[in-house]
């Protein structure tokens, strides 16, 4: 609580010449409540705000790009919102490009449609987790591993939402 001083009137000499009284908001504005009203509205829509801000950030669409070891046509693209992969041939070399996810096991998903074209995974991922994107070439052996240039691959460790 503050102090406040108040000056003596005119009229009255038998008083002391200066006198302490509390401080009171209700001294300042014709309501006192009012300022309490006030405070209390900008203290709630101050915490709103925080609290909207902190939870947007889980659905933040984030776009992470991986590109293969130069020298080999391929890049990845993860997009956070809804889980998408790209896959993108982007070299005519007469390899395919593959794009590469680790969530505790690798997938393999490949765009054997030439270059300049992409392929598109609508993928399903935990939320909020590390996973490692990578891009690299390879040559179709009949099976999603077999014909992997594994010297092209290039890998960045990006989070899900």
Not at 8 to 15: E, F, L, Q, V
Not at 128 to 135: D, E, P, S, T, W
């Amino acid at each position: 609580m503050g102090v406040r001083i108040v000056m003596p009137s005119n009229r009255s000499s038998s008083r002391a010449p200066f006198r302490a009284e509390p401080f009171r908001w209700s001294s300042i504005c014709a309501k006192g409540k009012k300022m309490r009203k006030i405070m209390r509205a900008v203290l709630t829509g101050g915490v709103a705000a925080g609290i909207a801000l902190t939870s947007t950030a889980a659905y933040a669409n984030t776009t992470y790009t991986v590109y293969a070891a130069p020298g080999c046509g391929a890049k990845s693209v993860f997009k956070t919102y809804g889980d998408h992969l790209y896959i993108s041939d982007i070299e005519a070399d007469g390899h395919s490009a593959v794009g590469v996810i680790e969530n505790g096991t690798k997938y393999f998903y490949w765009n054997s449609n030439g270059n300049g074209t992409t392929r598109h995974v609508d993928l399903d991922l935990p939320e909020n987790r590390a996973i490692a994107l990578g891009a690299m070439t390879g040559d179709w052996h009949g099976t999603p591993t077999g014909g992997l240039d594994f010297s092209c691959l290039s890998t960045q460790t990006v989070m899900t939402s």
